[in-house]
Every structure is written in structure tokens, then in C-alpha cells.
């Protein structure tokens, strides 16, 4: 049975190896003057007066990978969830508080919602500027564990109710959901950027749905982090076997 597997891996790895090749030699030249995705991307992304391009193809012209992308970060954080979960022979004990350097609490509080603040910009201007949902995603949610660094676990804790957090996840990925069905209820295609007019070209409000997908990614990384990190602590900081190890 084992080496059914293996025959059937390297048959698999073969045919894969051999499309990646025949798809390497139908490339552009590498330096060359053709750049025949990059040029349709771009007019693309200025067509819809979307001013980032990359925000562009992330969310309006390949909107469905990107749906694809998201899936997979919530099914990893609901992966881990389940198998951290608190077992029968666990229970949680209270966390004690531990003693802080003064220059490191003072760092944390200050910058704390400094990153916050720069975290939620990057996920506004996604649509204009570098960055976007995954990236602002990323920095609100760990700069809320600046306090952990700061103070305490518990003082985390009193801003991480986790069941908002869980509960933000499965909306934004619901909301993603929802704005391409009604794509499809309007009578065009799943994810079709057709719904909203696109505004005036680099401003918040331009873009059509961009900004809408960017934000539901932004909800979504931030808070599948947010209860990732929260269960891993909770493991280092708070489970504990009855025999007290």
C-alpha cells in the first residue's frame, strides 16, 4: 500500500513538474519591454479607478482566489481551536501577575495604540496605498498583545473577549460571502466588481467593492489572529493538568 502511495506521488510530482515547465517556457523574456499581465492589471485597476493595483488584483480582478486564501486562514484557526481546546484532565487556572520592567511597559503602552491606529490605516487605505486587509489585518491584532507585554495576561484579557472575536471572524467571512452572491443576484458574476459605482479615482470611497472586500479581510485576519495567539497563550499561560503540571 505504501509504495501504491509513493508510485502515485511520483506520478503526480511528474505531471506537476512538467506543467510548471511548459508554462516556465511560455513566459515573457525576463527583462524584456513585454509585460502583457502587468499592463492588463494595471489598466485594469485604473479602469476601476483603483488607485493600489495590487488591491486591485487581490480584490476585484482575481476577488475569488483571494476567497480561496481566506478559507484557508479559517480553517487553520478553527484547526487549531479544536486542537487546543481545554481537555478533561485540564482546567484553567487564574494567571498571576508578573513583574515588568519599567522601560518595556512604558514602550508597549505607548506604542500600543500607535500600532493600533496604524494597523486600522492600513487596512482604510488599502484600496490607495501599500498594504491593505492581510497586512493591517496582522498589525491590529498583535498590537493589542503589546499589553500582555505591557502589564498582564489579564489585563489582555478584559480587551480580547474572545467570543467577539470569534464571532467577527465568522461575520467577515460571511460578509465576503454575501457581497459575491450579490454579484450574482444582480445579474453578473460571482465577486463582479459591478455593484457600486467606482467613486473618484484615490480617494476612500473609490474602487467599487474593493474597499468592502479589503475591509471583510481586514475583520478576518485580525480576528482569526486575535483567537489564534489566544489559544496558544492560553495553553502557555493558563491550562493546566490536575496533577499541576
Not at 509585460?35 to 483603483?50: D, E
Not at 490605516?121 to 491590529?140: C, D, E, K, T, W
Not at 498583535?142 to 470569534?166: C, F, I, K, S, W
Not at 474593493?210 to 485576519?221: D, T
Amino acid at each position: 500500500m505504501s509504495r501504491l502511495r509513493l508510485v502515485l506521488l511520483a506520478v503526480g510530482g511528474a505531471g506537476l513538474a512538467a506543467l510548471l515547465v511548459a508554462a516556465c517556457l511560455d513566459l515573457p523574456g525576463f527583462g524584456g519591454p513585454s509585460h502583457p499581465y502587468g499592463t492588463r492589471a494595471v489598466h485594469a485597476s485604473l479602469t476601476r479607478h483603483t488607485a493600489n493595483t495590487i488591491a486591485s488584483v487581490n480584490f476585484d480582478q482575481r476577488a475569488y482566489d483571494t476567497l480561496g486564501e481566506m478559507s484557508i486562514l479559517f480553517a487553520a484557526v478553527l484547526g487549531c481551536v479544536v486542537l487546543l481546546r481545554q481537555a478533561r484532565d485540564e482546567h484553567r487556572a487564574q494567571p498571576q501577575p508578573a513583574e515588568v520592567a519599567r522601560p518595556v511597559r512604558r514602550y508597549a503602552l505607548i506604542v500600543l495604540p500607535v500600532a493600533l491606529v496604524t494597523g486600522l490605516y492600513v487596512i482604510a487605505h488599502g484600496q490607495l496605498s501599500p498594504g491593505g486587509g492581510f497586512q493591517g489585518g496582522v498589525v491590529a491584532a498583535t498590537a493589542l498583545h503589546l499589553l500582555y507585554l505591557g502589564a498582564d495576561y489579564r489585563a489582555l484579557e478584559r480587551v480580547r473577549p474572545l467570543a467577539v472575536y470569534e464571532t467577527s471572524d465568522a461575520l467577515s467571512v460571511s460578509s465576503y460571502l454575501v457581497l459575491g452572491v450579490a454579484g450574482v443576484l444582480a445579474g453578473t458574476a460571482f465577486l463582479a466588481n459591478t455593484l457600486l459605482p467606482y467613486g473618484t479615482f484615490n480617494t476612500l470611497s473609490s474602487g467599487g467593492t474593493v474597499p468592502l472586500l479589503n475591509a471583510a479581510i481586514g475583520m478576518e485576519v485580525a480576528s482569526a489572529v486575535v483567537v489564534l495567539l489566544a489559544n496558544f497563550l492560553d495553553q502557555a499561560v493558563e491550562i493546566e493538568e490536575e496533577n499541576g503540571s
